[in-house]
Each structure stands twice: as structure tokens, then as C-alpha cells.
């Protein structure tokens, strides 16, 4: 799949769409620890992209390799791939299902209330930080 497919997936996953719908859920108050430190990563990219922050999301959320997948398949910039994702994304709630984390990586179940589907999100730990590394469906 086309990595800006996917990423329109990933958005419109976690109900991301500019200034339309209401406001996701903050499901990482469920959890403790890392596990929290994760969800809080997935809820950070709701809120950026429903700011249309793309500087934000490329800048602090998405993991190096995701960028690089990105700028390559779309032969253009980070931010101008996620702007132009922004735009297509529907919008719903998401939560955090659940996380699992391995050493420095992680996985979080979202469940999208318009989907019939959950999707994972795959994260790294880059520099301290939980970034965005691959998602899918569920």
C-alpha cells in the first residue's frame, strides 16, 4: 500500500480532520507507565492533527523511518504529505484498546467508533520518545 494511503488511513483511523466533529476521547488515562507514555503518543497525534499541525505530527510524532517512507513514496515533504492527509481523513472518535510494549517498541489497539475494525499503531522510542513508526488495520 502507498505509504500516503496509509497515512490517510492512520488519520482517518484516529478521527482526524480539521476543525469537524468532536473531539476524540483521552483514553490514555487507562493506563500506567509506558503503556501510558504510548497512548499519549497516538492521543498527541489526534490533538495535532485536529490543529492541522503537521510541523507538530512530522517534527515530534512520526518515527525517522515512517518520515523517510514517506518523503520517498510521495516525493514530497513530511509536512506536505500529512497536510495533504489531513485533508482527506474522516473524522470520529478514537480510544486507545490497549498497548502492549516490548523493549522499545509498541503496539496500540485504537478503536474507531465508524469502523468496524480496530487498527494498530506500531511505535518506537526515539530519543525518549514514543514516535509513530507504522499503522494498519486490524
Known amino acids: 500500500m502507498p505509504a500516503s494511503r496509509t497515512l490517510a488511513l492512520l488519520l482517518a483511523a484516529a ?11 483521552n483514553s490514555s488515562s487507562d ?4 503503556k501510558k507514555d504510548v497512548a499519549n503518543a497516538v492521543e498527541d497525534l489526534e ?10 505530527i512530522c517534527r515530534d ?15 514530497t ?25 516490548t523493549g522499545n517498541n509498541a503496539t496500540a489497539v485504537v478503536d474507531s467508533k465508524h469502523r468496524s475494525a480496530n ?3 506500531k511505535l518506537e522510542k526515539v530519543g525518549g520518545s514514543w514516535k509513530i513508526s507504522a499503522f494498519g488495520g486490524g
Open 31 to 34: 493506563f500506567s507507565g509506558s
Open 77 to 101: 515533504s513530511c509536512d506536505t504529505a500529512v497536510n495533504d492527509a489531513i485533508k482527506d481523513a474522516d473524522t470520529f472518535d478514537m480510544t486507545v484498546k490497549s498497548v502492549t510494549v
Open 15 to 25: 478521527g482526524l480532520a480539521t476543525g469537524c466533529g468532536s473531539a476524540g476521547s
Open 119 to 121: 487498527d494498530t499503531f
Open 47 to 56: 490533538s495535532a492533527a485536529r490543529k492541522s499541525d503537521e510541523a507538530k
Open 61 to 75: 510524532l512520526l518515527a525517522p523511518s515512517l518520515i523517510e517512507t514517506l518523503r520517498t513514496a510521495n516525493k
